[in-house]
């Protein structure tokens, strides 16, 4: 009987920890809490991710898990890599509390306790959507039409590297 094989998946790990630099404030003295896996055989998806039961806990240690199909990142792209990851850490949410700082005289967030199981939960996506639904009834929703506007802030973003790319290579 062949079983399904995991190992730790180093090359996501160093992925992740610059994402969570860049983008994942939430996450930043938390990294040492999250597994991260390849896992070979078939299956239906990507990447997953998880928080970890009571037991997953025990055993591992982590309190988060992401796992990535082997033979789907084998067959990617480094931008496509950079994607799928960022995407699975947008899976993990953490609670905060507002406190008065006495001193500042303002208000700040806290992250809750990344040791404790309770701060941590679990997102789904802003868009679910079939693409049909869209091609039909365009952005119909709002959490649609924001996914618009960030794909369009995206891509204007790549539109200005392309230019600023142009640029240097005039210079030359
Ligand atoms: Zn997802």
């Given at each position: 009987m062949s079983g399904i094989g995991f190992e730790a998946a180093e090359d996501v790990r160093i992925i992740a920890e610059k994402i969570i630099d860049k983008h994942h404030p939430h996450l930043q003295d938390a990294k040492d809490l999250i597994g991260y896996y390849f896992r070979d055989g078939a299956s239906d998806w990507a990447g997953k991710a998880k928080k970890c039961t009571a037991f997953e806990r025990h055993v591992t240690g982590y309190m988060l898990f992401v796992f990535i199909n082997q033979d789907a990142w084998d067959s990617l792209k480094h931008d496509q890599r950079l994607a799928l990851v960022d995407h699975e850490l947008c899976h993990f949410s953490r609670k905060n509390e507002r406190i008065y700082d006495e001193e500042k005289k303002e208000w700040k967030d806290n992250w809750l306790?990344?040791?404790?199981?309770?701060?941590w939960g679990m997102r789904e996506h802003d868009v679910e959507e079939f693409s049909e639904i869209i091609q039909r009834h365009?952005?119909?929703e709002t959490g649609i039409e924001k996914f618009a506007v960030a794909v369009r802030q995206a891509e204007h973003q790549m539109d200005l590297e392309d230019y600023e790319r142009e640029q240097l290579r005039a210079v030359k």
């Open positions: 306790d990344a040791e404790d199981p309770g701060s365009g952005l119909w």
